[in-house]
C-alpha cells in the first residue's frame, strides 16, 4: 500500500490544499483592510439597519456628514432586547461598544451594577451650549423617568410604545345576533374586564373535539403581557421605595385570575396555544383572518394592517379595564384617568468603558434631536412611497416630535386613524414598568408565574408568591449588602494556588524519595520538558480556575463591584431555595441523555454492523452515514429548527407526520421545540442525527474482534444473532462502556441547541427547557453573579462524578475486559 | 377494559397469523407443502380469528384494516412489553429448573411495576389505537406483494450462497433506506436554501423550487447606476434636485438608505430587474414586467409580448397580475446571505479568515501539543509520571462547566478578551483524551526503534521528531480531523471572548444571522450551507485515511 504511486499525489495535493487555504486567508485578511481608516470606529450595538429602515440609516449617515471623523458600526448583537449576556461580557471584558440602543425597563439593572455611564454630567455641561442637548422637560415623564435610576440619567429614550385594544368589526356584526342575545352591543367594542370575557365567550368558536375554531380574546396574542393587566388593575409589582417585591398582591393576583378566565373561555392554554402554534405572520397574520376577534397590540401591529390588510374592518379603543376601574368604585375612586395603558420602549445609552465617550455622546444628542425624528420620518416616509407603503406617525418618548409625527403622517383610512388617534390619546396616561435594578429579574420571574399559573403547573397564589419570593431574593442580596465583609480575593486564591502546586510537588516527591542516577536525572529532566505543556496548561486553565472557582463560591461578586464574603449563601441558593429550577434543569439533562445516549450508540452500532456486513459500496455508505456529523453544530440545530417548525405547512417533520402518523392513529402533528412535551424529544432527534457518525469508532472495534472466535461460534452452531450477543457484543463491552461513559458525561452538558433554541421566539419558554450549563451560563455571562455560577459550577460537578462513579461500578459487573498475557 | 383488550388481542393474532402466512409461504417454496401444514393452521387461526373479534373502539372501522398497535406504542407500553417479554420465561424457566433467582426476578419486576405506574397516566383507549384504514385493492396489493416476496426470497435462498445473497440485499436494502432518511434533512436544508420566501412560507411543502421570472431594463424615469464609495461598489438611484450627483443606496443591503456622492470614474449605468408578470391590457392577455410598484397595491407595468404592444405602459393591480415563475434554483439566496453581513467584515470574507485562523492554530496545536505530552508519558521515565498521568486522565471527566468563569477572569486579567486568543491557545496545553489516545498508539511502537535513535546519538526531541512522530501518522490523521471539525464548530468559545464584528467566526456568525433574520428561511439555510462548505470538503477529501486512522488508533476499544 505504501509503494501506489497514487499516494504521492495525494499528500502533494493535501499540501496545495492548505497552501490554498493559507494564501486565501491571507488574501482575506488583505482585501478587508481596505475599510480601516483614520476615523474614530464609533460602535453602536442594538440597531440593524435592514432595507426597511431607510429613515435610520439617514439620521446615521447624516450624523457622519457633520463629523466626518467618526464612522459608525451598527451590530445587532443580540443586546438591546433580551440577550444581555453579549453585552455584559464585552462590558466586563473591558471591550464595550460605545453606545447601546437598549430596552428602558432593563436600564436600572445595569446602572445598579454601575455598568453604564450616568449622563447628568455631560448634559450639565452641555444645557444652554448645545440646542440639541436632551433634557426631562421635552420628554413623556414615565418614558424619562424609565430612564433614570436613583435620581441619575443612564439613558436618552428614544421611541414609545403603548398598546391599545382592537376588535374585528365585521366578525361582530356577522356574531351579531349572538351577541345581542347575551345581552352585548355588537357595534362597540368591550369596555370592562367582565365584558371582555362576555363577548369573547360568544366570539369563541370550538370544534366537536374541543380545539379552537376561533378565539374571541387571546390574553398573550398581540402584545399583552401579566404587566399589561397588572397596570391595568392598577398593581404595583414593587413597593414604591423599591425595596419589596409585591408581585403577590391582590391586585396582582386578580390581574393573573382574570387571564386565567380568559383562557378558561379558550378552553385552557394549553388549547390556546395548541390554536396558536397554527397561526402564520404577515399577510395571514390570525387577527385579518378572523382567527382571533379581539386582541391588545402595540402600534408598530397597525403597520401590518396597512400593509397587508387595508380594507380590514376593524376598531380600536383603549385596552378593557376592570369593572371597578371602569365605574371609579372602591380603590379605583380617586384614578385620574381610566383608561391607562403600558408602555416601554428603548433608549440610547454610554456602557461603562467606552472607548469613544465623546463621540458617543455627541452621537446619542444628534439621534435622540427634534431634527433627527424629524429627518427620520421624512426619509421613511420617501422609502416607503416608492414601495407603495403607506407610513404611520411615529410614537416617540420626545413629546414635540410626536405631536408633529401626528400632523404629518395621519393616515387617511378612518379604521386606521381612529387607531393611531388611541395611540397617541393612551401615550401621556400609560404606565411603564417598575424601575429597579431587578427590573429584568422581576420581568422574567412574572412571566413564568403567568405562564405557570396559566398552564395549570400552579395555583395563581403560589406562583406569584414564589416568583415574589425569587424577586425579594435578588432585592435583598442588593439592599443587605452591607451585612457582609467586603473580600479581598487575592490572598485567598494564592494561596489556594500555592498550595495546590506545593501538594503535588511534594506527592511526587514523596513517592521517589530515592535517589535517582545521573542518567535517570537527565532522562527525568527531559520527561518534565515534554508534559510540560500539559501541566502549565492544567495549572493556568484547570487547577487554578479550580481555586478560583472555590474561592468564588463563598462571595457575591459581579467584577464591577467589590466582592463580599457570604459564606455558603451561595449553595444555599442553588440547592435549596432554587430548588425546583435545580431539579428541572438536572430532569431535563437526565431525560436528554438518558434516552439519547443510549439511542445514538445503538444507532451507531447498527449503522456499524450493516456496514460490516455490506459487500460492495461500503465506501459510499460510509461517507453518507458520516456527513450529519460534519455540518457543524450550530448549523445542525438551525436547521433542525426548521424541519420541527410546528406549522405542518413549513415544517418537514410535521408534514410526513400530517400524512402518515396522524390521520393514522389520530394523533395531532407534535409542537417539537415550542410545546413543553416535545421539546426534549426534538433536541434528541437532532442528536441523534449526528449519531449515526458513531459507526465510525464501532467499525473500527468490529474489526479488532479477532476472528477465531466467529469461527469458534460457528463450529458450535451459532446462529448470527446468538454470534452477536456472545461473541460481538461481550467484545465491544469496553468501547460500548468507553461511548456511554463520554458521551453521557457529554450529553449532561448540552448547551449550544439549548442557546440557539432559546434566542429564538417562538420555543418553549426557556425556563423549562434549560439544562445546567444554560443555567451556569446565564447566570454567570447574562448576570455575573459569579458567586452563584460557582457554586453551581461545583454542584454540576458533582452530580456528574457521582453518575461517572455508578457507571464505573456497572461496568464492573457488566464490561468484559481481556486479560493481557 | 373490555373493548380494549379485546382490540389487543385482535391486534397479537392478527400479527401472529401475518407472521405465519409468510413463515408458510416460506416453507412451502424451500422445502414443500408436506412440512408447512402447521405454518398454515397457524396463520388461519391467526388471521381468521384476529378478525373476527370485533375491535371498534367507538369510531369508523375501515373495511381492511392493518393491526399497527405494537410499532407505534407509547414509549412506556414498549418497556412494559420487553420487561414482560424477558421477565415471564425466566419466571417460568426458573419454576421449571428450580433454580430461582430472586435478585434479577425482584429488578424486574420492579422495572415493570414503574412501567405501569407510568402508564396509568395514559388514556387507556388510545395507546391501543393503531389501526391503519386502507383501501380493499391497496390491501389485497400489499397482501400479494408480501407472498411474492417471500416466494421470490425464498427460491433465491435455496442454497448457502443463496442465503448470503440475500442478506446482503437485505443489508444493502437497509443502509439505502437509512442513508436517505439521514441524508433527507441534508437535501431539504440544499431545497430550503435554492427556494424564494413565499416558497417556503407558502400553504404547503415544495419540493421543486421555483424563481420568478425577471426582465432586466434600464430605467430612464429613475435611473439605476453604480458606484465606488468607500473602496465598495454600492447600486442605487440617482437622487432628483441635488447640486452634485447623488445615489440614494439600496444594494448592497446594510448600506441600504445612505445617499452617498458618486464617483464620476467609477459610476456606470446599471439594469433594474422587474418582475415579469401575466396580466391583461384592455381585455387582452399580456406578459410584462413591472416597472415600479405603486400606493396601495397598485403596479405600473410595460408590457413584453405580444409584440403589437411591446413598450406600452399601463398601471395593474398586484392581484390582477400573477408572478411568472419556472423551475430553477434561486442562487440569489446564497449571494444575498453574504451581502447582509455588516460590510465591516468584507461580507463575511473575515469570518472565513478567523475561522481559518482558528482552525490552522488549533490542529497544528493539538497535533503539536498532544504527541509531545503522550511521547513524555509513554517514553519517558521520570519521577511522579504515573501520578500525573492519573491526574490527566481525572481531568477527562470534570465538565468544562466548572472552569467556564474563572477561565474567562483569567483571560480577562491578561487583557485577552475580545480577541480569538483565548479559543485556541489553550489547544497548545494538549487535551487529556488525545493524549490518552496517542499514549496508547505510541506503547504499540516498537521501544527498539527507539533505542536505535538513542545509540545514533539522539536526544529524546530528536527522537520523538523524527523517528515517532512519523510512526503515528494514522492517529494524527484522526486527531487532524477531529480538530478542525471541532475547531471550525467551537460556539461557545467565540460566544464567551468575542465581540467586535471583525472577530467573529463563521460558526457564532450563523447563530446571530438566524436570530437576526430568523424569518427568511431560504437565506439562513443558504448562510448554513456555506457554513458547511469547507468542512465538507475537508472530510470529503480526508475520509479515506480519517477512516483508517480510526481504526488503526486503537480507537476500536482495548
Not at chain 1, 663 to 689: C, N, R, T, V, Y
Not at chain 1, 781 to 805: D, E, K, Q
Not at chain 2, 97 to 108: D, E, N, Q
Amino acid at each position: 500500500m505504501a509503494t501506489r504511486p497514487s499516494k504521492w499525489w495525494r499528500d502533494k495535493s493535501v499540501l496545495a490544499v492548505w497552501t490554498g487555504l493559507a494564501l486565501s486567508s491571507l488574501f482575506c485578511a488583505q482585501g478587508c483592510g481596505h475599510t480601516r481608516d483614520h476615523r474614530t470606529n464609533l460602535i453602536v450595538w442594538g440597531v440593524t439597519l435592514g432595507p426597511n429602515d431607510k429613515g435610520q440609516a439617514d439620521v446615521f449617515r447624516e450624523f457622519e456628514r457633520q463629523n466626518p471623523d467618526i464612522h459608525v458600526q451598527t451590530l445587532m448583537m443580540g443586546s438591546g432586547g433580551m440577550n444581555p449576556q453579549k453585552l455584559m461580557t464585552a462590558i466586563v471584558g473591558k471591550v464595550p461598544p460605545d453606545v447601546v440602543y437598549q430596552d428602558r425597563f432593563t436600564l436600572a439593572d445595569w446602572a445598579a451594577r454601575g455598568a453604564f455611564e450616568p449622563l447628568d454630567p455631560l448634559i450639565a455641561r452641555d444645557q444652554g451650549r448645545d440646542p440639541r442637548t436632551p433634557t426631562a422637560d421635552q420628554y413623556y415623564p414615565e418614558t424619562w423617568d424609565e430612564a433614570s435610576y436613583k435620581g441619575k440619567v443612564y439613558g436618552i429614550p428614544w421611541m414609545a410604545d403603548d398598546r391599545i385594544f382592537v376588535w374585528n368589526r365585521a366578525l361582530f356584526r356577522e356574531k351579531a345576533r349572538a351577541l345581542r342575545s347575551a345581552g352585548l352591543d355588537p357595534d362597540r367594542a368591550p369596555r370592562t374586564w367582565s365584558e371582555l370575557l362576555a363577548y369573547s365567550r360568544v366570539l369563541t368558536e370550538k370544534n366537536p373535539d374541543g380545539t379552537l375554531k376561533r378565539a374571541g380574546f387571546i390574553p398573550n396574542f398581540g402584545n399583552a403581557w401579566f404587566a399589561m393587566y397588572a397596570t391595568l388593575n392598577d398593581a404595583r409589582l414593587l413597593s414604591p421605595d423599591g425595596k419589596a417585591c409585591t408581585l403577590d398582591s391582590s391586585a396582582a393576583r386578580e390581574a393573573l385570575e382574570f387571564m386565567k378566565k380568559c383562557y378558561d373561555v379558550l378552553g385552557g392554554a394549553e388549547n390556546a396555544d395548541r390554536y396558536q402554534s397554527t397561526f402564520r405572520g404577515e399577510g395571514n397574520d390570525a387577527f385579518f383572518t378572523g382567527q382571533v376577534a379581539m386582541k391588545i397590540d402595540g402600534d408598530w401591529a397597525l403597520g401590518g394592517i396597512a400593509r397587508y390588510a387595508p380594507r380590514l374592518d376593524f376598531g380600536s379603543g383603549p385596552p378593557p379595564v376592570p369593572d371597578d376601574r371602569f365605574h371609579r368604585r372602591g380603590r379605583f375612586q380617586d384614578v385620574a384617568s381610566v383608561w391607562t395603558s403600558w408602555t416601554g420602549g428603548y433608549a440610547y445609552c454610554i456602557p461603562h468603558g467606552a472607548r469613544h465617550q465623546e463621540a458617543a455622546w455627541k452621537f446619542i444628542k444628534w439621534v435622540t434631536s427634534y431634527e433627527a425624528r424629524m429627518l427620520e420620518g421624512r426619509q421613511q416616509d420617501a422609502l416607503n412611497r416608492t414601495r407603495g407603503q403607506m407610513t404611520f406617525p411615529r410614537l416617540t418618548a420626545q413629546v414635540r416630535a410626536t405631536d408633529q409625527s401626528l400632523k404629518d403622517f395621519m393616515p387617511k383610512n378612518p379604521a386606521l386613524a381612529e387607531a393611531v388617534k388611541w395611540h397617541f390619546r393612551l401615550l401621556p396616561v400609560s404606565k411603564v414598568r417598575p424601575v429597579s435594578f431587578a427590573g429584568k429579574v422581576l420581568w422574567d420571574e412574572e412571566n413564568t408565574a403567568a405562564d405557570r399559573a396559566l398552564h395549570g403547573k400552579a395555583t395563581v397564589d403560589a406562583a406569584l408568591a414564589t416568583a415574589s419570593q425569587n424577586v425579594q431574593r435578588i432585592l435583598d442580596e442588593v439592599n443587605d449588602e452591607d451585612r457582609y465583609p467586603v473580600a479581598n480575593l487575592a490572598p485567598a486564591t494564592a494561596t489556594g494556588l500555592l498550595g495546590v502546586v506545593l501538594g503535588g510537588v511534594l506527592l511526587i516527591a514523596r513517592k521517589h524519595s530515592g535517589g535517582l542516577g545521573k542518567l535517570g536525572r537527565k532522562e527525568a529532566l527531559w520527561g518534565y520538558l515534554f508534559v510540560a505543556p500539559w501541566v502549565v496548561g492544567f495549572l493556568v486553565l484547570t487547577a487554578g480556575p479550580m481555586v478560583v472557582s472555590m474561592v468564588l463560591a463563598f462571595t457575591q461578586s459581579n467584577v464591577l463591584e467589590p466582592s463580599r464574603w457570604v459564606g455558603w449563601k451561595n449553595f444555599n441558593e442553588v440547592a435549596v431555595q432554587d430548588r425546583a429550577v435545580l431539579i428541572q434543569s438536572f430532569t431535563n439533562a437526565f431525560y436528554i441523555a438518558g434516552i439519547g445516549v443510549p439511542l445514538g450508540l445503538v444507532t451507531g452500532l447498527s449503522v456499524a454492523l450493516l456496514l460490516n456486513a455490506v459487500r460492495r459500496g461500503a465506501a459510499l455508505f460510509r461517507t453518507l452515514y458520516y456527513l450529519p456529523a460534519v455540518v457543524p453544530g450550530i448549523a445542525t440545530v438551525v436547521l433542525w429548527m426548521w424541519i420541527l417548525s410546528p406549522d405542518p405547512r413549513m415544517g418537514l417533520a410535521n408534514a410526513a407526520w400530517n400524512v402518515t402518523v396522524g390521520p393514522w392513529f389520530d394523533i395531532p402533528s407534535p409542537g417539537w421545540l415550542s410545546s413543553e412535551a416535545w421539546a426534549k424529544p426534538a433536541l434528541i432527534l437532532m442528536g441523534l442525527w449526528g449519531a449515526g457518525s458513531g459507526f465510525i469508532v464501532w467499525l473500527a472495534g468490529l474489526k479488532g474482534v479477532p476472528n477465531e472466535l466467529y469461527e469458534a461460534a460457528q463450529i458450535d452452531g451459532a446462529r448470527p444473532a446468538q454470534q452477536f450477543w456472545s461473541v460481538t457484543l461481550p467484545q465491544l463491552s469496553p468501547l460500548v462502556f468507553f461511548n456511554a461513559a463520554t458521551g453521557f458525561i457529554g450529553a449532561i452538558q448540552i448547551f449550544d441547541p439549548v442557546y440557539v433554541a432559546a434566542n429564538v421566539p417562538g420555543t418553549v419558554a426557556s425556563d423549562r427547557l434549560t439544562v445546567p450549563v444554560y443555567q451556569l451560563f446565564t447566570n454567570a455571562f447574562g448576570y455575573f453573579r459569579m458567586g452563584y455560577a460557582s457554586a453551581l459550577a461545583w454542584i454540576i460537578f458533582l452530580v456528574i462524578l457521582a453518575v461517572t462513579g455508578v457507571q464505573f461500578l456497572l461496568a464492573r459487573r457488566f464490561v468484559h475486559y481481556e486479560v493481557d498475557s | 377494559m373490555s373493548a380494549s383488550l379485546l382490540f389487543l388481542a385482535s391486534t397479537l393474532l392478527l400479527w401472529f397469523g401475518v407472521g405465519a402466512l409468510a413463515g408458510a409461504v416460506y416453507q412451502v417454496v424451500r422445502i414443500g407443502w408436506e412440512r408447512s401444514r402447521w405454518w398454515w393452521i397457524a396463520s388461519g387461526a391467526g388471521l381468521i380469528f384476529g378478525s373476527g373479534i370485533p375491535h371498534d373502539l367507538g369510531r369508523p372501522t375501515p373495511k381492511l384494516w392493518l393491526p399497527l398497535v405494537f410499532p407505534v406504542m407509547p414509549f412506556p407500553s414498549w418497556l412494559l412489553l420487553s420487561a414482560a417479554l424477558i421477565f415471564l420465561p425466566r419466571l417460568c424457566l426458573g419454576s421449571v429448573t428450580g433454580a430461582w433467582r430472586w435478585r434479577p426476578l425482584l429488578g424486574w419486576a420492579a422495572f415493570i411495576a414503574v412501567c405501569l405506574s407510568w402508564q396509568a397516566h395514559m388514556d387507556p383507549p388510545k395507546l391501543l389505537r393503531g389501526a391503519l384504514g386502507i383501501e380493499p385493492a391497496a390491501g389485497a396489493g400489499l397482501f400479494a406483494l408480501l407472498v411474492g416476496g417471500t416466494v421470490v426470497v425464498a427460491r433465491i435462498a435455496q442454497n448457502r450462497r443463496g442465503i448470503d445473497r440475500v442478506r446482503n440485499a437485505a443489508v444493502t436494502l437497509a443502509l439505502v433506506a437509512g442513508s436517505a432518511l439521514f441524508c433527507l434533512p441534508l437535501l431539504w436544508l440544499l431545497l430550503t436554501s435554492f427556494k424564494e420566501q413565499s416558497d417556503n412560507t407558502g400553504d404547503h411543502l415544495i419540493w421543486v423550487p421555483m424563481v420568478t421570472q425577471t426582465h432586466a431594463y434600464f430605467d430612464t424615469d429613475r435611473p439605476y447606476v453604480s458606484t465606488v464609495w468607500r473602496g465598495e461598489r454600492v447600486w442605487g438611484t440617482l437622487a432628483a434636485n441635488t447640486p452634485h450627483p447623488e445615489i440614494d443606496v439600496e444594494r448592497p443591503y446594510p448600506l441600504m438608505g445612505w445617499r452617498v456622492p458618486t464617483d464620476p470614474a467609477t459610476t456606470r449605468p446599471e439594469q433594474r430587474l422587474g418582475t415579469v408578470v401575466t396580466t391583461t391590457y384592455r381585455g387582452q392577455p399580456v406578459t410584462a414586467f413591472v416597472r415600479r410598484e405603486l400606493v396601495g397595491g397598485e403596479r405600473e407595468v410595460e408590457v413584453l409580448s405580444p409584440p403589437p404592444l411591446q413598450g406600452r405602459r399601463f398601471t395593474t393591480t398586484q392581484s390582477e397580475s400573477q408572478n411568472v415563475r419556472h423551475p430553477g434554483l434561486r442562487w440569489q439566496n446564497y449571494t444575498e446571505a453574504l451581502e447582509w453581513l455588516p460590510p465591516e467584515t468584507g461580507h463575511g470574507l473575515l469570518y472565513l479568515r478567523n475561522s481559518l485562523w482558528l482552525v490552522l492554530t488549533t490542529v497544528v496545536g493539538t497535533l503539536l501539543s498532544c504527541s509531545f505530552v503522550a511521547y513524555g508519558f509513554s517514553r519517558v521515565r521520570f519521577p511522579g509520571r504515573s501520578a500525573l498521568f492519573g491526574l490527566l486522565v481525572a481531568t477527562m471527566m470534570l465538565p468544562t462547566a466548572v472552569t467556564m468563569l474563572p477561565r474567562f477572569l483569567v483571560w480577562r486579567w491578561l487583557g485577552a478578551v475580545d480577541t480569538l486568543v483565548p479559543v485556541w491557545l489553550p489547544h497548545f496545553t494538549a487535551s487529556a483524551f488525545n493524549v490518552f489516545l496517542l499514549r496508547q498508539f505510541f506503547k504499540t511502537i516498537p521501544v527498539e526503534l527507539e533505542d536505535a535513535a538513542k545509540i545514533d546519538g539522539c536526544n529524546p526531541l530528536r527522537t520523538y521528531w523524527q523517528v515517532m512522530l512519523p510512526q503515528i501518522k494514522p492517529a494524527l490523521a484522526v486527531i487532524g480531523v477531529w480538530a478542525f471539525m471541532g475547531a471550525w464548530n467551537d460556539f461557545m468559545g467565540p460566544l464567551l471572548y468575542v465581540s467586535s464584528a471583525e472577530k467573529l467566526p463563521v460558526s457564532y456568525a450563523v447563530q446571530l444571522f438566524s436570530s437576526d433574520k430568523g424569518g427568511e428561511f431560504g437565506l439562513m439555510m443558504a448562510f448554513a450551507t456555506l457554513s458547511t462548505l469547507p468542512v465538507l470538503a475537508v472530510f470529503l477529501f480526508g475520509q479515506k485515511y480519517f477512516v483508517e486512522g480510526v481504526q488503526l488508533s486503537g480507537l476500536g476499544g482495548k
